[in-house]
């Protein structure tokens, strides 16, 4: 609005100023701005917005812009006359300050709003339709509203739409509650908008919302503690005899449906006094009886108004006779017997008038009876008597009732056991006594009159005895319990019972054996602890010992405290005689034997490996390991006296030359002839079998490598992965895998990036070739098509090379492990499928050939270092041999040096892919070769690869 007063103040003094300006030559008719020196005529004018809907009940407003013929445009609003084609559907203001504000009226359209300036007669006009009003907020009622626990209330959604109309929402909203816990609110037909009190709180948010629009309304509960609904009287229309009262109670029924006794809160009241009254003051609900008739008792809540009826009539019976109960009885001296006495009435009603009578003894030397509130008609023994009454009177009637009363001598009333709850050790006895209590609080010593038993009957843990003289002595038999201990009056039945356990006996003496032991380093010696009782037994206590040795650290043995080896002593030194203590952590007792050590002693010689072949010219190492008493092993190699079965063997020879010990050399092809490994002090000795195997063949023809030969590792078709930072590979790698994730940890020369890591960086010298894309550098973009056909090739040839080397005629069997071996040029062939070099080196010699060929042909794997994860392995090159004359055919998986370390060489062709070394290594594993998979992956950790020269 204040736009539009702004406006129209503005055009007003310009229209002012013109006036001024053109007064002098005024001519002509131009429009609003005609005359003067504005000589650009109007042109047309544009009502904007031009098409518009609007919700009945709401207002829009529109704009004027005339457009001169110089194309200017200016704003008309305010000067021009706004106009409705159909003012029932919506009108226009020509008010100032309010020009163009276009007001709905009814649904309907679309109609024309039109702007005329009313010099030119020019016009605009636009198109608006008016439709249903819609939602601008929900009003809910009941507001801010509290209710009782257990109540409902009904709330109301209302609507007020954009015409101000309302309407009842209720059944249509989204009713919610912001704490179900204390009330819930129902959306179900019928009930909707309905709230449930289930719990004191608040306040709480009720909450209406359109589900259509997502408008809300709310406003808030509060659910305060339940208020009591109504009072219900029990007993209900009772009858009593005057005279008597009846006590009624009050229980009120809360808006929860809980129930509280309210009779001591409730104000009582009778309808009729002159027939009975009730009480306020004291015992509240009791009815006292004043004549006969009938009357209304009230049960009224002073806080809240609520009340509860119950009719009561009173009868005009009269008290005919009194009965004492029991009419009887014989109590021993010192006991007590209540009486009843009851009313007998004249409509034959009985009543129960005990402490309504007077009680009196005929001899209260004998026996008197009480008359105090709580104890009425109850009779104490005094002395004994053959015969006395006991009366019951009246005091209103006179009437009387009595009863006989005898009182004998005393009675057995109760036995007690001592000692109460003992325990005894294995083999020791205890004298239980049994005390009697007679009614007249006597005390007697029943021990030796009453049966004692066990339970069970017959127990393992104790007997108990009835024999004279030593009536209630429990033995120990076992330990156990606790068992019960049960003295028996056999003339009364009357029973008295104790608790016995029976505890471990006590340890009176350890002896450990044996008492004196010899053994050797390392060996063990178990010594047992036998504990003798109090009750003469022995029993291994060897588990419950606390074993020790003096000194406490002995530099000769230890001793051992642990759970199943308990008193095994190990021998660590030479020396003793040293003493081996047991204590009982109880007791304090002890026992001693002692321990004496003497230098371990060799028991076993192993000669590794047990079984080797080896080419005609070659050698194998065998290795002398000793086994001692003490379970440690040594390497003997170089102690050994070594010999060959027959001792002069045209097969090999074996060396006793210092620096040469065990070294077998390969003579002739024949065998297996037996190697001894001779200890010349205590002549034990150890055995193992060689074979000399014909020389293998040689290697015909060159294992060419063409375009994969400048490749450090191929991943085949599945890719590469490294891990670590020390990666380094000295030449290109490559894969044909398409996927982005088929090699990561990478990078090459040219600045292409394959998923690195900071903990993951492999270096590459030469150039990385894949049929994909890296995650940062030149092939980032996409596959290069040129690198991925450099590295198909590479795959090809490497493919070729492998089925030049598998096409070799077999060759020489050396054994499937060729840990120690020294072989010559040639082709060998693994006997069982794979190869390994677990336990020591393997040694090429090209005995001064520098261009002489190894071929290993395997069917399945290739393993280097071990066995286990441990111990790295090398090939080691002498005599002129060289990594690039090496290769290794291997049929499905190779694994080099899984626990990092060692030196691979040579040209691997696998199949099913390799790995180097395992993640979490530190040491560096080095191949000076070539790694190339033709189908699954390779897998590098901190792995350097040098590729050799042609």
């Known amino acids: ?347 034959f009603t009985k009543r129960d008038l005990t402490s309504a009578v007077t009680w009196s003894s005929s001899n209260v030397a004998v026996a008197t009876i009480s008359n105090a509130a709580g104890t009425n008609g109850v009779a104490t023994s005094k002395a004994t008597s053959a015969l006395i009454t006991i009366t019951a009177t009246d005091p209103v009637s006179g009437k009387t009732g009595t009863a006989a009363l005898t009182v004998t001598t005393a009675v057995l009333s109760s036995i007690a056991i001592t000692p109460a709850n003992p325990s005894i050790t294995l083999g020791s006895t205890q004298q239980f006594v049994a005390t009697g209590t007679y009614s007249d609080f006597t005390k007697r010593d029943l021990t030796a009159s009453v049966t004692w038993t066990t339970t069970p009957l017959v127990s393992p843990v104790a007997i108990i005895s009835n024999a004279a003289g030593s009536d209630g002595l429990a033995t120990a038999l076992a330990v156990g319990g606790p068992i019960t201990i049960t003295a028996t009056d056999p003339a009364t039945g009357k029973t008295g019972s104790t608790t016995l356990k029976v505890t471990s006996a006590t340890l009176s003496l350890i002896t450990v054996t044996p008492g004196i032991a010899n053994i050797t380093i390392g060996d063990t010696q178990q010594f047992i602890a036998t504990g003798t009782y109090s009750d003469n037994t022995k029993r291994d206590i060897t588990s419950a010992m606390t074993w020790t040795t003096t000194p406490l650290v002995s530099p000769v043995a230890t001793i051992s405290n642990l759970a199943g080896f308990d008193g095994l002593a190990t021998a660590l030194a030479a020396g003793g005689p040293i003493t081996i203590t047991a204590t009982d952590p109880v007791s304090k007792k002890t026992g001693t034997a002692t321990l004496n050590v003497t230098a371990a002693t060799l028991t076993l010689i192993t000669v590794t490996p047990g079984t080797a072949s080896i080419t005609i010219g ?61 200890d010349p002090v205590s002549k034990k000795f150890g055995t193992a079998s060689l074979t000399v195997i014909p020389a293998p063949l040689p290697v015909t023809g060159v294992v060419n490598l063409a375009a994969v030969a400048p490749f450090g590792s191929f991943g085949g078709t599945a890719g590469m992965t490294n891990t670590g930072t020390l990666t380094i590979i000295k030449g290109d790698i490559g894969t044909i895998a398409t996927s982005t994730a088929s090699i990561t940890g990478f990078h090459d020369t040219s600045g292409d990036i394959y998923t690195e890591t900071p903990a993951n960086i492999g270096a590459v010298t030469g150039k990385i070739y894949t049929c994909t894309n890296s995650t940062v550098g030149p092939t980032s973009t996409g596959p290069n098509a040129a690198a991925c056909l450099v590295a198909s090739n590479a795959r090809l040839a490497a493919q070729t090379a492998y089925l030049a080397l598998v096409a070799m005629p077999a060759g020489a069997d050396p054994g499937g492990n060729l840990a120690g071996k020294t072989l010559v040029p040639g082709v060998y062939t693994a006997p069982s499928g794979s190869f390994m070099i677990q336990g020591s080196d393997l040694t090429l010699d090209a005995q001064g050939d520098p261009n002489a060929v190894w071929v290993f042909q395997m069917a399945t794997t290739l393993t280097v270092g071990g066995p286990g994860a441990a111990f790295p392995q090398n090939i080691i090159l002498a005599g002129g041999a060289q990594s690039k004359n090496i290769f290794w055919q291997v049929g499905s998986f190779a694994t080099i040096n899984a626990a990092g370390g060692g030196t691979m060489e040579g040209t691997i062709i696998s199949q099913s892919g390799a790995a180097f070394s395992t993640a979490g290594n530190v040491q560096i594993v080095t191949l000076n070769g070539r790694a190339l998979s033709l189908g699954a992956a390779v897998t590098l950790v901190d792995t350097v690869i040098n590729v050799p020269a042609p």
């Open 1 to 347: 609005m204040k736009r539009f007063k702004a406006v129209k103040a503005y055009l007003v003094s310009m229209l002012i100023l013109s006036i001024f300006v053109v007064l002098p030559g005024c001519s002509g008719d131009d429009g609003i701005f005609g005359g003067g020196t504005w000589t650009k005529p109007l042109v047309s004018i544009e009502v904007t917005p031009a098409s518009r809907s609007m919700a009945n009940g709401t207002t829009q407003q529109f704009m004027a812009t005339g457009i001169y013929s110089n194309n200017e445009k200016r704003d008309l609003t305010s000067l021009v006359t706004w106009s409705s084609s159909n003012t029932a559907v919506a009108t226009i203001s020509n008010t100032a300050g309010s020009n163009g504000l276009a007001a709905s009226r009814t649904v309907g359209g679309p109609i024309t709003i039109t702007a005329t300036d009313p010099a030119s007669g020019r016009a605009g006009s636009a198109s608006l339709t008016v439709t249903a009003a819609t939602l601008t907020s929900i009003g809910v009622t009941q507001v801010n509203q509290s209710i009782a626990l257990g109540s409902k209330l009904q709330f109301k959604a209302t609507g007020i739409y954009t015409d101000l109309t309302k309407q009842d929402l209720t059944s249509s909203v989204t009713w919610s509650s912001s704490n179900t816990a204390i009330a819930s609110i129902s959306n179900t037909a019928g009930s909707n908008g309905l709230a449930s009190a289930l719990s004191v709180g608040g306040p709480i948010t009720i909450t209406a919302t359109n589900p259509a629009t997502g408008m809300a309304g709310a406003t808030t509960l509060r659910v305060t503690a339940a208020i009591l609904s109504s009072i219900g009287i029990t007993p209900i229309n009772p009858t009593i005899a005057l005279g008597t009262t009846q006590q009624f109670k009050a229980t009120g029924i809360y808006s929860d449906l809980t129930k509280q006794d309210l009779t001591a809160f409730v104000t009582w009241s009778s309808s009729n006094t002159a027939v009975a009254t009730i009480s306020n003051p004291a015992v509240k609900g009791s009815a006292s009886s004043v004549a006969a008739g009938l009357t209304t008792i009230t049960a009224t809540d002073t806080a809240t108004g609520k009340t509860g009826t119950s009719a009561l009539t009173v009868t005009t019976a009269t008290l005919t006779s009194i009965g004492v109960t029991p009419v009887k009885q014989s109590i021993a001296v010192g006991a007590t017997q209540q009486f009843i006495a009851t009313g007998t009435y004249s409509d």
């Open 618 to 678: 070659g050698t194998q190492q065998f290795v002398a390991t000793g086994t001692y008493s003490d379970n440690t092993t040594r390497i003997l190699t170089s102690a050994m006296t070594w010999s060959t079965t027959p001792l002069v063997s045209p097969v090999a020879s074996i060396s006793n030359l210092t620096g040469f010990d065990g070294l077998a050399t390969a003579l002739a092809a024949g065998g297996p002839l037996t190697i001894t490994a001779t």
